[in-house]
């Protein structure tokens, strides 16, 4: 077996002979390999090496659509988390089937899934009530991630030639906008604690604020987590919804894991809110794996419905509107904006690294930055007259 690379417009491909066919004329496979030679190159080599080996070269029918659905979504669900998988799922169906589900597997190229982000990012939400906007691009690029590695284990199995994924061009994340975060200040949290006085889950939410955990950290949260004696919480697990059901799962990451310490204020709501759920529970006490904000019955509460509570009550307040996930944003732009170190914000929320945290919180950090700037020149100042004042005494 031999073949070539050759160019045709703006494209590569690795063209392989086959023999000849019945009338003598010689039978090539033209396999497109994108805009660079290199990369034509490899998959060349590729072949050859297959050929040698033994291998076969004849690549199975079927469509991308197939493929997904009925080889490859089934042998990740017992590999992956629940919500994972049903993030996999959600997006093949919404996003991926509809734009390449006909689509040969054999013959898809890096040009396909480029046109696909592109079209998500430009148009991507679908389903009832949707607005015809773009997705986000880390959403266009978390689908990426996906295709890229059900692409790569069809390589692995012989399924494809090469994974196309590997050469397509998905959308790069940027630091996320000053807009896109938004916080209340603290005049405006009091105004929203305030406001939940009378709420059921008021510790809940008051412990939200003055941690920044995450909504389904907060609800998977078990009284074995917690210590008021020496006024710490731990972050072992979470209660998430998929597919509207609610499953414990456990952090997202090692650096997720953590113990965030709490304060007075903090520690006297969840005592008070233990003593109702002593009381609720005809007096008996919690088991340390019980969850640690249910209903009265000890029922899990829908992280949903969390969410919907927050939102009921801050449309009535004369603050701005923000989501429950942007309390997370409130405690952490409150900390930093008062000096806190990057450092102890960051392990509080449980970010991979004091970098991703700076990234996220940029626009905080310029007025703390000039904050800096002026204390240094004062500390100069200071140093300047105390030197002038002993040269003056000599």
């Not at 997904?68 to 996003?95: C, G, K, M």
């Not at 989501?323 to 970010?351: F, Q, Y």
Request: aromatic residues 6%; proline residues 4%; contains cysteine.
């Amino acid at each position: 077996m031999h073949g070539t690379v050759t160019k045709k417009g703006n494209r590569w491909y690795a063209v392989v002979y086959e023999g000849t066919d019945d009338a003598g004329k010689p039978k090539r496979r033209w396999i497109s390999a994108g805009t660079r030679k290199a990369d034509a190159e490899r998959v060349l080599a590729d072949l050859i090496r297959k050929k040698h080996e033994g291998e076969p070269l004849a690549l199975p029918k079927g469509t991308l659509g197939q493929y997904l659905t009925e080889r490859w979504l089934p042998v990740q669900e017992s590999r992956l988390r629940r919500s994972t998988f049903d993030a996999y799922r959600r997006n093949i169906d919404l996003h991926v089937l509809p734009a390449l589900g006909q689509r040969q597997l054999a013959k898809l190229s890096p040009g396909d899934l480029d046109l696909l982000y592109a079209d998500l990012l430009a148009k991507g939400r679908r389903g009832k009530g949707s607005d015809n906007k773009g997705l986000a691009p880390k959403t266009v690029r978390n689908i990426h991630v996906m295709m890229n590695k059900a692409l790569s284990d069809a390589q692995r199995k012989g399924l494809v030639v090469r994974n196309v994924a590997n050469l397509a061009d998905p959308p790069k994340l940027s630091a996320q906008r000053r807009e896109d975060i938004k916080a209340w200040d603290a005049d405006q949290l009091c105004v929203f604690l305030d406001a939940m006085d009378s709420q059921r889950f008021l510790p809940a939410f008051h412990l939200s604020a003055h941690t920044g955990m995450r909504r389904g950290e907060i609800l998977g949260l078990r009284w074995g987590d917690v210590d008021l004696e020496a006024g710490r919480v731990s972050v072992r697990q979470a209660l998430v919804s998929v597919a509207y059901e609610v499953h414990i799962s456990d952090v997202k990451t090692g650096t997720g894991r953590r113990t965030v310490d709490i304060e007075e204020d903090a520690i006297a709501v969840l005592e008070s809110w233990r003593s109702l759920r002593i009381e609720e529970r005809g007096g008996k006490v919690p088991a340390k794996t019980d969850l640690v904000f249910t209903r009265p019955d000890g029922s899990w509460l829908h992280p949903d419905l969390f969410s919907q509570i927050f939102d009921r009550v801050v449309a009535k307040l004369d603050v701005p509107e923000i989501t429950l996930h942007d309390l997370r944003h409130t405690h952490a732009t409150i900390l930093l904006m008062n000096g806190v170190p990057v450092k102890v914000v960051s392990e509080r929320l449980g970010h991979a690294s004091p970098a991703f945290t700076m990234s996220v919180y940029q626009h905080v950090l310029p007025g703390m930055q000039a904050e800096a700037a002026e204390l240094f020149a004062e500390v100069l100042r200071q140093a300047a007259e105390r030197k002038r004042g002993g040269v003056s005494g000599d």
